[in-house]
């Protein structure tokens, strides 16, 4: 659905080249296809894998009858499994807060959005974190009227805060309306069918907002009820507790995903794949342990946002730091592909030098954080990515210049 949105902004804005074209449109009903068949084709490729692997399924809702056997119920038969460990990866749903009129008609959350069969005219959305932020981007770039109503001082508050200031300009400019600082008291219906929400603003006032549709998006939480953990003492509460084997207190159990808290675990679906591969070797007998230093984060908005290791302010608090910026309009490549809103931030050990944080919010930084990526998991230091001959133009010149930045060399700022 991103990526739709993204190719019709593309084709909206072709005249900025000296392109023309007619009759630009979009047919909501063949983007919702396309999204279903590319999911169905993803699926299908684990479900090969599986099956070659001579993995066997069993369909139906499983429980602990003790920690070494589990009960799974199907639509029509039952089953006892035997194993010498287990791993528990239920994964997480959506969170509804207790807000009078949460429950009503036309109050989704990510999972009915994503079916939605035609774009509604407005749409207010709760919550600016990840999943808030990505469909705002969405229903905006379809013609949706948009609002954000985020209880933090600024969106995408997981991120580093000048990535959620610049995100908030970007998302006011292409007409998303942003409240942060707002916390929203209750949901009730309008005589016309649509709802209102009533939020206290930043300042303390109260304010309401009508839309044809609410979308709470405050994030998720683990799926861990029927399961019967208390009969085998599995430690838990709003999710699974694990170690860095992913090992929960019970020897044999483990769990990984969504699933687990305790953990610096974001919930994002490479995380969860990498949590289980460590699960895994574990319950095998191997002596693994999940590393959360280098995992990035991806939201893909536009401009995107991504960042790999600590956030200036968390950085300052552990060490002396030295910070490098450099912006996406003194980019070659930004500037011709027009993509140039945006910035690279680098934060550098000011002892050492070496890499501990990378945040980007520009064109391609769900790609262009893959370099930071390595630099942390490396522990490079300022000194080894600098040395490293970057390519002109391109996007990724941006990161050795705001880590020359931070050194108090950058050439081109």
């Given at each position: 659905m991103?990526?739709?949105?993204?190719?019709?902004?593309?084709?909206?804005?072709a005249s900025r080249f000296g392109l023309k074209a007619k009759e630009i449109s979009f047919n909501f009903t063949r983007i919702q296809k396309r999204k279903t068949q590319v999911v169905k084709r993803l699926i299908k490729g684990v479900e090969f894998l599986?099956?070659?692997?001579?993995?066997?399924?069993?369909?139906?809702?499983?429980?602990?009858?003790?920690q070494n056997t589990i009960s799974v119920e199907g639509s029509h038969v039952s089953y006892k499994v035997h194993a010498k460990n287990v791993i528990i990866a239920t994964g997480s749903k959506p969170i509804l807060p207790a807000i009078p009129g949460i429950n009503g008609s036309k109050v989704l959350t990510?999972?009915?959005?994503?079916?939605?069969?035609?774009?509604?005219?407005?749409?207010?959305?709760?919550?600016?974190?990840?999943?808030g932020v990505e469909f705002s981007?969405?229903?905006?770039?379809?013609?949706?009227?948009?609002?954000?109503?985020?209880?933090?001082?600024?969106?995408?508050?997981?991120?580093?805060?000048d990535l959620g200031k610049e995100l908030?300009?970007?998302?006011?400019?292409?007409?998303?309306?942003?409240?942060?600082?707002?916390?929203?008291?209750?949901?009730?219906?309008?005589?016309?069918?649509?709802?209102?929400?009533?939020?206290?603003?930043?300042?303390?006032?109260?304010q309401n907002i009508e839309a044809e549709y609410v979308l709470?998006?405050?994030?998720?939480?683990?799926?861990?009820?029927?399961?019967?953990?208390?009969?085998?003492?599995?430690?838990?509460?709003?999710?699974?507790?694990?170690n860095t084997k992913m090992q929960t207190n019970v020897s044999n159990v483990f769990a990984a995903g969504d699933v687990i808290q305790g953990q610096p675990s974001p919930m994002l679906a490479y995380t969860a794949s990498h949590e289980g591969e460590v699960a895994v070797e574990n319950a095998l007998g191997h002596d693994i342990e999940m590393n959360y230093n280098?995992?990035?984060?991806?939201?893909?908005?536009?401009?995107?946002?991504?960042?790999?290791?600590?956030?200036?302010?968390?950085?300052?608090e552990l060490m002396d730091i030295l910070v490098g910026n450099f912006p996406f309009q003194g980019n070659g490549r930004a500037i011709i592909?027009?993509?140039?809103?945006?910035?690279?931030?680098?934060?550098?050990?000011?002892?050492?030098?070496?890499?501990?944080?990378?945040?980007?919010?520009?064109?391609?930084?769900?790609d262009l954080i893959a370099e930071g990526a390595l630099a942390i998991a490396n522990r490079m230091k300022a000194e080894d990515l600098i040395k490293v001959e970057h390519a002109h133009p391109v996007f990724y010149e941006t990161i050795k210049e705001a880590t020359l930045d931070a050194l108090g060399r950058a050439i081109h700022k």
């Open positions: 991103v990526e739709s949105a993204e190719r019709y902004r593309v084709l909206r804005e599986l099956r070659k692997n001579n993995i066997q399924i069993l369909k139906g809702f499983g429980s602990f009858v003790d990510s999972n009915e959005a994503l079916e939605l069969s035609t774009i509604p005219k407005s749409m207010v959305i709760i919550g600016g974190g990840l999943i981007y969405v229903f905006n770039s379809f013609g949706c009227k948009t609002t954000i109503l985020e209880m933090l001082p600024e969106l995408i508050p997981m991120e580093d805060p908030e300009a970007s998302f006011i400019i292409s007409g998303i309306k942003v409240n942060t600082g707002s916390r929203v008291i209750r949901v009730s219906d309008t005589p016309e069918g649509d709802k209102k929400v009533v939020f206290i603003d930043s300042r303390g006032n109260e709470v998006a405050i994030g998720r939480t683990s799926v861990i009820e029927g399961l019967n953990l208390d009969s085998i003492g599995v430690k838990y509460d709003q999710g699974i507790f694990v280098a995992i990035p984060s991806t939201i893909f908005t536009s401009p995107e946002v991504a960042s790999v290791g600590l956030s200036e302010n968390r950085a300052k592909s027009g993509e140039n809103r945006g910035f690279i931030k680098v934060v550098l050990n000011a002892k050492t030098t070496e890499i501990v944080g990378v945040h980007i919010i520009g064109p391609h930084a769900t």
